[in-house]
C-alpha cells in the first residue's frame, strides 16, 4: 500500500499529464506495486515468515527471482500495450543518460541496499531496519538532494496520513469480515474438508492457490493469513513441500489480491490519486494480473530454480 501511495502521487499525474490513458496509469502503478511485497524489504514476508517460525531473511531471498521475473514480466506488458496505443516517448534511450541518472539517483538506490544488508547480515532486525529506512531517507533528502524541506516533509507526513486512512477503513472492513470468520469458525467449516483430499504436491498448491485468490478478493492479507494458512499447514508438511515455496505462493496470492475488487488496497489508492473508478482500473490491470498468475504458477512448477536457488546460496 505504501509503495503505491509513494509511487503514484508522483508517476499518475505526470504520466496522464504526459498523454497516457488514466486507467492504464493506474493499472501499472497497482500492479507494480505488487513487486514491493515480494522483492524484499517486505512487511508481509516479515509477518508471515514470524507467524510460520521461517527465518525472514531466507525468505527475503526466495522472493528475489520471482520478484525480478514479475517485475521484467510487467515490463514487458506496459510496453507492448505502449506501442501498441503509441503513448509518447520521452526520448531515446542514451547509455550516458543512463549513467547519469543511476549516478544521481545512487544515494536513493543505496536504500533498499542499506536495508537488505543490515538484515541478512544480522545488523539489525525488520523492525529496526524500518526506522533506519525513514531516518535514511529524510537525511538523503534534506542533506544530500536538497530537495526535502521542513515543510514538504510535513506536506508528505499529512498526505501519507490521509492516503492510509482512506486504505484503513477498506482494511478495518476486510478486518471485521477476517474476525466474523475465525470467530465462528467459517473458516475450518468451509476449507477444512479441502486439507483432507488425496492429492499431490502440486495440485495442492494449485488448490491453495485458488482459494487464496478468491479469499483475497475480500479479505485484505494479514487476515487471509490468519484464517486460511493453519488450515493448510499440516498438509504442507504431511506432502513434504518446502516451507519457503508454500510461503511465497501465499505471498503471491497476497499480491493479486491487492489487486483484484471488492476488497484491493492497491486499486483503492490509484483510483483516489488518479479519480478513475477502480471497475476501469481492474479492466486495465488484467494484463498486469497475468503476469503475476504466470510467475505465480512458475513458483508452483519450479520451486528449485525460483525459490530455492537464492537461500542455499547464500547459505540461509
Not at 57 to 63: D, E, I, P, S, Y
Not at 72 to 96: D, H, M, Q
Not at 177 to 197: A, H, I, N, R
Not at 278 to 284: D, G, L, Q
Request: proline share 6%.
Amino acid at each position: 500500500m505504501s509503495d503505491t501511495a509513494a509511487v503514484g502521487g508522483v508517476m499518475i499525474p505526470q504520466m496522464i499529464k504526459r498523454g497516457y490513458a488514466a486507467p492504464f496509469t493506474a493499472a501499472v502503478t497497482a500492479s507494480s506495486s505488487t513487486i514491493g511485497i515480494i522483492i524484499p524489504p517486505s512487511v508481509p514476508m516479515v509477518l508471515l515468515s514470524a507467524y510460520m517460525g521461517l527465518s525472514t531473511g531466507a525468505l527475503f531471498a526466495a522472493g528475489l527471482v520471482a520478484g525480478i521475473l514479475m517485475a521484467l514480466g510487467l515490463i514487458a506488458t506496459a510496453w507492448w500495450i505502449s506501442v501498441k496505443r503509441n503513448y509518447p516517448v520521452e526520448a531515446a534511450f542514451s547509455v550516458g543518460h543512463l549513467g547519469k541518472t543511476f549516478a544521481s539517483a545512487f544515494p536513493a538506490l543505496l536504500m533498499p541496499i542499506i536495508i537488505l544488508g543490515g538484515i541478512l547480515s544480522g545488523v539489525f532486525t525488520p523492525t529496526e531496519a524500518s526506522a533506519v529506512a525513514v531516518a535514511y531517507g529524510v537525511i538523503a533528502g534534506m542533506l544530500l538532494y536538497r530537495s526535502l524541506s521542513v515543510r514538504s516533509l510535513y506536506r508528505a507526513l499529512v498526505e501519507s496520513a490521509v492516503l492510509t486512512g482512506a486504505v484503513m477503513f477498506v482494511t478495518a472492513a476486510a478486518h471485521t469480515l477476517g474476525y466474523t470468520f475465525t470467530y465462528e469458525s467459517l473458516g475450518q467449516l468451509v476449507l477444512g474438508p479441502m486439507t483432507e483430499l488425496d492429492i499431490g504436491p502440486i495440485a495442492f498448491l494449485l488448490m491453495l492457490s485458488l482459494i487464496l485468490i478468491i479469499t483475497g478478493t475480500f479479505l485484505d492479507g494479514i487476515a487471509m493469513m490468519f484464517i486460511v494458512v493453519p488450515l493448510f499447514l499440516p498438509s504442507v508438511q504431511l506432502l513434504g513441500i518446502e516451507p519457503l515455496q508454500f510461503a511465497m505462493v501465499v505471498i503471491i496470492c497476497w499480491g493479486i489480491g491487492q489487486q483484484t475488487p471488492p476488497v484491493g488496497a492497491a486499486l483503492f489508492i490509484t483510483s483516489v490519486i488518479s479519480r478513475v473508478d477502480v471497475i476501469r482500473i481492474t479492466r486495465a490491470n488484467l494484463p498486469f494480473i497475468a503476469v503475476m498468475f504466470a510467475v505465480l504458477l512458475a513458483v508452483i512448477l519450479w520451486p528449485e530454480g525460483i525459490v530455492m536457488s537464492v537461500p542455499r546460496l547464500l547459505g540461509l
